[in-house]
C-alpha cells in the first residue's frame, strides 16, 4: 500500500506556471505506475498524465500535450507535474494516483488503485 500527498497548488492567472508534487510513503514507490486526475465540481474525474515505473514512458491527455510535463524522482519518492501556459480552464482540484505494476512498459489512464487528498489549482482569467 501507498499512501500519496499532493502539494503546490494555488492561485495563478492565465499564462503563467505551476508545479504540482505527489510525495508517497514506503519503500517501493519505483513498483508503481503514477498518474494525474483533475476534477471541476459536478463533474468526473479526469485524466491528466500518467508515467512509467522508471519514468521512461509517459502518456498525456490530448488537452495538455505540450503544456504539462509529468515527470518522477524514485529516489525521493516524489512524482511532479509541471504546468505550463496554464488557462483557467486548468482550474480544478487535482489528484495523484497510484497502481502497482510488475512491468516498466505500461502506462495506463486507470484505473488506479491508490489516490490522495488532491489539490486546488485556480487560473485567472
Known amino acids: 500500500q501507498v499512501q500519496l500527498v499532493e502539494s503546490g497548488g494555488g492561485l495563478v492567472q492565465a499564462g503563467d506556471s505551476l508545479r504540482l508534487s505527489c510525495a508517497a510513503s514506503?519503500?517501493?514507490?519505483?513498483?508503481?505506475?503514477m498518474g494525474w486526475f483533475c476534477q471541476v465540481p459536478g463533474k468526473e474525474r479526469e485524466f491528466v498524465a500518467a508515467?512509467?515505473?522508471?519514468?521512461?514512458?509517459?502518456y498525456y491527455a490530448d488537452s495538455v500535450k505540450g503544456r504539462f510535463t509529468i515527470s518522477r524522482d524514485n529516489a525521493k519518492n516524489t512524482m511532479y507535474l509541471q504546468m505550463n501556459s496554464l488557462k483557467p480552464e486548468d482550474t480544478a482540484v487535482y489528484y495523484c494516483?497510484?497502481?502497482?505494476?510488475?512491468?516498466?512498459?505500461?502506462?495506463?489512464?486507470?484505473?488506479?488503485?491508490?489516490w490522495g487528498q488532491g489539490t486546488q489549482v485556480t487560473v485567472s482569467s
Open positions: 508515467i512509467s515505473r522508471s519514468g521512461a514512458r509517459t
Open positions: 494516483a497510484a497502481r502497482y505494476s510488475t512491468s516498466d512498459y505500461y502506462v495506463t489512464r486507470g484505473p488506479y488503485e491508490f
Open positions: 514506503g519503500r517501493t514507490f519505483s513498483t508503481y505506475i
